[in-house]
Every structure is written in structure tokens, then in C-alpha cells.
């Protein structure tokens, strides 16, 4: 299927123009992350000054935050860029023009993409100012990680949106909701093995839960464990692709019966 990169560009501006009129999304894209990370970084550091191995604990809280933000704000963008077409009552025109689903899929990847990095550049300049963690002690690392919780924000978004785009309004919720679910099991904080075994399991399927781990590999041992990476992936392969046919499936069926019943 050919796209047209001036119509990709053209949603591209028009969500950067939403943006910029819109202070409920620059508080998502600045407030929250701040906030977390100073409640929880000033949490690491009460905790390392009861503990002896002091610098891993304050470590594993601040590169877990800030890499989950990549996780969290990849698929938020994804569901609330639709459910904005949705509250605008806009979703018809926008589909009625000759914009194609493929060409808004990739439009809200690279929007998404581009808030990512704002956000994850803001979080590790206020984790280095405050607590000086440097993200880019990961060096080269730093890429690989990040496009594969990309790839995992993504494939959770486009599933979520598919049902919110196939039953409408009354699942918005799923658009805070839906990726939290998988964060107990991504082990953000806390090693696969400290979860009960059938939680193990769960956690094994999870793209993320591989790139943590990784992280704190780095963190403690400084090993890097290519078998992770790739393991990672190929999950991520597997579950994006799973999810653009689910969402362009579940398009079809919405557009047959009329995308006017979604506002």
C-alpha cells in the first residue's frame, strides 16, 4: 500500500498544533514525569541511606522510571490521538478524507516517537541536575533499549486503540489503563524473581520485562546480555505486527457500521 508522506506530515502538524493549544497534553508531556521522578527519586535516596549498597537502589529506581516513560508515553499517544478524534467529533472527517489508516497509523508512530524523546530528554536532564544519574552512562545501549520499548508502547497502543476504535468511548479508559497492566510483569524495579512463579511465567512473554533486566544487568554487573535483546525483539516483532492487523481489522469492521456512532 502507498503512502503519501505529505498526508502523514499534514497529521504530523496537526497533532504538533493540538499540542500547543492543549495544556492538559503539555502537562502529560513535562508535569507527570517530573513529578515522578522527584517523589521517587528523593524515595531512592532515603532508601540508600538505610542500605549499604546505596548508589544501586537510587540507579534502578531513576533508569526505571525514566525508560518506562518511553514504554507509557509510545502507546498514550497512540489511544489519545484517536480518542481526540473521537471527543472532537472529528473521526469521520478525518477518515472520509483521503487519508488512509496506514497513513494516520504511521502519522501517530512518528508523533509519538518525537514526544517520546522531549520527554525522556526533559526526565534525564532532571534525574542528572537533581541526582546525577547520566542515561548516557548506557552509551550505545541506549538506542537499542529504547526502540524496543518503542516497539513495546507501540504494539500495546494499536491493541488498545483497536478496541476502543471497534466499541468506542465507553473503553477510553484503556488508554491510561491498558499498558499499566503489563508494568508489575515488566519488573521495572525489582528482579523477575522475586514474582511468584506463575507471575514469572507471564513475565517471560513481556518484551520489556527483557530490556529491565538487561538494565540492571548493566547496572550491577556491568554485562550485557545480547540473548535478552534479541529475545526482546522478536517479541516485539511478533506483538506489533499482531496488533497493526488487529487494529486495521478491527477499523474495517467499525467503518462498516458506521464510524458516526463513535461520537
Request: cysteine-free; proline content about 3%.
Amino acid at each position: 500500500m502507498r503512502i503519501n508522506v505529505n498526508r502523514v506530515w499534514a497529521m504530523i502538524i496537526r497533532y504538533t498544533i493540538y499540542l500547543r493549544h492543549n495544556y492538559d497534553r503539555l502537562t502529560d508531556l513535562f508535569y507527570w514525569p517530573a513529578l515522578d521522578l522527584f517523589i521517587w527519586g528523593l524515595t531512592g535516596l532515603y532508601i540508600a541511606k538505610l542500605s549499604n549498597n546505596s548508589s544501586h537502589y537510587l540507579l534502578i529506581i531513576l533508569s526505571g522510571l525514566v525508560f518506562w516513560i518511553v514504554v507509557w508515553r509510545s502507546q498514550y499517544e497512540i489511544t489519545t490521538n484517536l480518542l481526540s478524534e473521537m471527543w472532537d467529533r472529528n473521526i469521520v472527517n478525518i477518515f472520509a478524507s483521503p487519508l488512509k489508516v496506514s497513513e494516520w497509523i504511521l502519522a501517530v508512530m512518528v508523533f509519538g516517537f518525537l514526544k517520546t524523546i522531549v520527554s525522556v530528554s526533559f526526565s534525564a536532564i532532571l534525574s542528572f541536575i537533581f541526582y546525577r544519574f547520566n542515561i548516557f552512562s548506557f552509551h550505545w545501549l541506549l538506542i537499542p533499549f529504547i526502540l524496543s520499548l518503542l516497539a513495546t508502547g507501540w504494539a500495546g497502543g494499536f491493541l488498545v486503540a483497536a478496541f476502543i476504535i471497534r466499541y468506542g468511548m465507553k473503553l477510553q479508559t484503556l488508554a491510561w489503563a491498558g499498558i499499566a497492566l503489563i508494568a508489575p510483569f515488566s519488573a521495572i524495579y525489582y528482579p523477575v524473581s522475586v514474582l511468584p512463579s506463575w507471575a514469572q511465567t507471564v513475565s517471560l512473554l513481556i518484551p520489556s520485562t527483557y530490556i529491565f533486566e538487561s538494565i540492571r544487568d548493566i547496572l550491577f554487573t556491568g554485562t550485557v546480555h545480547y540473548d535478552k535483546l534479541v529475545t526482546s525483539f522478536i517479541l516485539n516483532a511478533i506483538y506489533l505486527i499482531l496488533s497493526l492487523w488487529f487494529f486495521v481489522a478491527m477499523f474495517g469492521k467499525s467503518k462498516k457500521l458506521g464510524l458516526s456512532r463513535l461520537i
